[in-house]
């Protein structure tokens, strides 16, 4: 998919520089375009972390969706008996396309509603330089950034960026985003506060890096806000941690995946434990 990159609506008068400001204009631009034409299908570990429950799980990434096989329950191997299920779960999904068509749908709508957010980033803050340092790639540098005033926000998901402030780190050499953070600065309302709210003092933290094949990938992402759904309080409390980057032919199945995750089975069970 082509792309137009798109001007960032201002930056602070202390930037040292044009190519700064650039540099920031063509790392999310970059960012767009990667997320828009995936590289090759991957496979990795996913450690996930609540303040109650943690699980690690081996995915597969295929042309029909990712496929998951649950290795880890707070980070201790599944037993003998909860192994069994887990492997009568996937044979059962092995003959049901159907159950994986609706996975793939759901992971479709979760990768637009990101997509959404992403393309907003250009014009829906204010960047201003804040500094440099060094990454294992060479030089990182900083910028600051604040809601752009101008900026209206076409849908639900990109409300939550008109409250928000943070930095965000860009690799230099690569021109790629390696560590954004975002606060709330205020209450965000959708469906006119009926519908539900984030609260003041949620915060995000992403971090990329590039991994097998030379891609970038999201290996660290961190979430904690509060707020209400309908007429409920909600906690949302996350954290998700990848690693294992390893590529997958071109066009493999889910099918074929599942078959890979039956082979491998004894060297995932070898070190499950060790998230």
Known sequence: MSMLILPLAAFGQNSPSLDQDLLVQRALANEVRAAAIPGRPMRYRLHKASPRFASTKEIFETKDGAVAHLIAVNDAPL????????????????????SQRHRKQS??????RAMKVLRALPTAFLYLFAGSSTGASGSILKFSFTPNPKFDPPDFETQVLTQMTGEIW?????ERVARLEGRLQQDVDFGWGILGRLNK???IVIEQASVAGNQWRVVHFQMSMTGRVVFKTKVFETTEDESHFAPLPVGLTYQQAIRMMNTASDEI?????QQ
Request: hydrophobic share 25%; glycine share 10%.
């Open 79 to 98: 037993s003998p008996q909860d192994e069994q299920k887990e492997q009568a779960r996937l044979n059962a999904l092995l003959t049901d396309p159907g």
């Open 107 to 112: 992971q479709d709508v979760d990768t637009a």
């Open 170 to 174: 860009i690799d230099q050499e690569h």
């Open 201 to 203: 003092g949620g915060w």
């Open 269 to 273: 069970k070898s070190d499950a434990g």
